[in-house]
């Protein structure tokens, strides 16, 4: 009969610790889940500034899309052939594209063919 009392502590114990867990919203067991793949937000942006885009890669999920935002005071694009084109954007304009497909996506402004970026969705 010594073994009762015990299992029975045990269960409480046990009963207790799930309690807790679920008061606290499990957040032991988010935080103490294994960290995977960066999760995108599904919009992210890149700066033209001046005459380069920041950041030169971004990296994404499927289905993000991208915004250009020009922050300089020249006209610019993000162009890549045969893919998509966010035709010339403003000072102070922005233009977006959705990237659904995995892959690396080299682009360049058609203004100023030295500016040079890529998005790579995995």
Sequence with gaps: MVRRPQRRQTIVVALAVIALGSALGGSYAASAAPAGPAQASRTQTVDIVNFAFKPATLRVAPGTKVVFANTSSATHSATRASGFDTGL????????????????????????SFMRGKVVVD
């Excluded at 304009?93 to 360049?108: D, L, P, V």
């Design 89 to 112: 954007i403003k000072p102070g304009k922005s233009a977006e594209t959705r990237f659904k497909q995995k892959g690396t996506f080299r682009y360049h402004c058609k203004i100023h």
